[in-house]
């Protein structure tokens, strides 16, 4: 193309060099564009049904969203106000923004166009020689001086653009600054407005959080046990804590996470889940009654667990003023009948009655107010004695609470108590890295001459040189009456406490010597009362070492007697036990805590009282795992049924924290008076008590059984 080819031909058209080339390349710019815009229509529409895919496949997981009502429902009267105003000082915000950007761009056309003054100018000074008739190229740029005044002509088909620009300085700059102020102005408008509005939405935001937890946490309290049950705590507090936190950095990214808090709380209008409405106070109330309880036909089943049916056209009743008994082997549901009086579930089929009404007529809180409840593991809180007897009844005298601890024998106990508390121990000292390590140590573990009293009560001695030796790879059994020290010694040997005096050793060498850490992870501990998470087996089993392969965690249940068990349930493996275990019986929980202690291989084993909870059917199958897994390891029982430490290599039995028998099951049972002897007599007697009660229930229910046969008989 030439230097004076017009830039523009008649065609309105680029021009690019020759016609025919020009066609040519023009059919191929053409054909190409119509390609890309083709595939980039193809393309997109792909990726939409990609997008749709997507959103159908995550739609089940996302929350649905919050309308703006329902997200700010829990603002009063001055916050409406500041939100208003917030959102005011918002608008005024974005004005602001959109003028800073229009007064730029003129600001930025100023200089563009004085820049464009400048140069047009120039070029006028150098073509003036050579330029003489501009009617030659009509479509050319043609450059006149009018006033001092370049005027920039664009002719094309005989239309002419005119362009005047100014080049006064004064009057640019004049310009300019005027737009500065503007650009000042409203940049100082948008940092007070943002400022003032984001602190609005801050306070504002705040206070409706306040009232959101609080009315979540009521919702929360409300919830029905099977609603807890199926629900892990640790979602329960996500909502309440964590799922709140966005609508405070954000109220508009608040949405989703606050639409499972406002979920929760309208829930609570729900039957399925809420106890509210058997919490009503038009329920009828139950002051003082005295009537008979009974289960007509009830069916029931966990909601974790509706494959596994707990009662079966159970029926019974509970005389009133009398005592009736509920026996039977674990899992046979006597704690649920508890739970269902108490109203915690309610039956599948059939009812409850109390003096012929059905127990749902009665108002919730006033029935459980009529009921005392005292479980196998008492629940004691982080407060005073008297504090904690208060909890049943809130406004009881402290005559009252005297009183009602005189009647449980427990007045001469409390009173013996000392008060204050002691910070001589401390953990920090303890677990100090630069001990000796203990790994795959295996020696004697001995006593000698330990004294020991709890540091809140440091006038009563647990321990009074106390000696004993548990051989390495034996069996050490301590037995003898509540309070004499038993547990004190694992707690010892544990290192939750230090003794007063005296030391204990392990294959010669100070216990304050090993690392405390490394200790422990060598002790598999057993309590009477196992403690379950509320998460599912295979999690619960792997706390007792954390990289436990699925192999390992099955492997320690097999020697714990529970595989079997396990891989009967509807999720193996998988099945959510419930908080604190709840949906387990004592045997399968015991089996379950035995597996976690043996999936870590320990070198000791301390099994305190651990089968003194179960029935003798549990307790069999349980003992059969706990003689498998004392084999080989340096264990210390601790037994209330004597009839578990027979195989025992030694036995102690103690009194008032000392030792005063030893030996073995045989030398022990044979010397007549000791204390030994004495406890065998008295639980064989016991367990002789308990045959003929047995026995005597037979064969009245029998009696009872041919009395109504007889009644039918006779009617027919």
Known sequence: MSDRQPLLNSTNKLSIGDDDDDHGNRQQLLSDRFSDWRRCFNRKESDTKYITLEDNAEQSEKNEPVDVFRLFRFADRIDLVLMLLGICLGVLHAICIVANLVFFGRLTGIFVTESFGDNCDHQYQNSTASIKNYDAY?????????????????GYDNFILLSNLATSMPSFREKVMNIVQWLFITGGIEFLTGSIGHYIWTITVKRQICRMRVSLFQSLIQRSIPYMDTKPTSQLNAKLLDFIGPFLQAVSEAQGAASSVFRVIDEGNGTGISEIDVWNEDKES???????????????????RKDVPV???????????????????????KSTCISMILRYYEPSSGRITIDGRPITDYNVKQLRQNIGVVSQEPILFDMSIYENIRFGKLNATRTEIEQAAREANAHNFIMQL?????????????????????????????????????????????????????????????????????????????RYYEPSSGR????????????VKELRQNIGVVNQEPILFSMSIYENIRFGKVNATRIEIEQAAREANAHNFIMQLPDKYETHVGERGI???????????????????????????????????????????????????????????????????????????????????????AKEGGKYQTMIKRQQMARIDDDNDDIMSIDKATEEGKKSISLLTFSS
């Open 583 to 669: 949906q387990l019986s004592g045997g399968e929980k015991q089996r379950i805590a035995l597996a976690r202690v043996l999936v870590k291989q320990p070198t000791f084993l301390l099994l305190d009282e651990a089968t003194s909870a179960l029935d003798n059917i549990n307790e069999k199958i349980v003992q059969e795992a706990l003689d498998r897994a004392c084999k080989g390891r340096t264990t210390i029982v601790i037994a209330h049924r004597l009839t578990t430490i027979e195989n025992a290599h030694k036995i102690y039995v103690l009194d008032n924290g000392t030792v005063i028998e030893e030996g073995t099951h045989k030398t022990l049972i």
């Open 504 to 515: 204990i050793t392990i294959d010669g060498r100070p216990i304050t010597d090993c690392n």
């Open 311 to 333: 009662l079966h056209n159970l029926s019974l009743i509970a005389r009133a003023g009398q005592t009736t008994a509920l026996v039977g082997s674990s899992g046979c549901g």
């Open 418 to 494: 000392p008060n204050g508390n002691d910070a001589s121990i401390n953990e920090k000292e303890v677990w100090e890295e630069n001990t000796e390590a203990v790994n795959n140590i295996n020696g004697d573990i001995v006593f000698s001459k330990v004294n020991f009293s709890y540091p809140s009560r440091k006038d009563a001695s647990v321990l009074r040189n106390l000696s004993f030796i548990a051989r390495a790879g034996q069996t050490t059994a301590l037995v003898g009456s509540n309070g004499c020290g038993k547990s004190t010694c694992i707690s010892l040997f544990l």
């Open 286 to 304: 139950i002051y003082n009654i005295n009537g008979d309880i009974e289960f007509d036909n009830v069916n029931f089943v966990y909601p974790s």
């Open 138 to 154: 009509p479509q050319a740029i043609k450059l006149n001086i009018f006033n001092n005044a370049p005027s920039h002509k664009l």
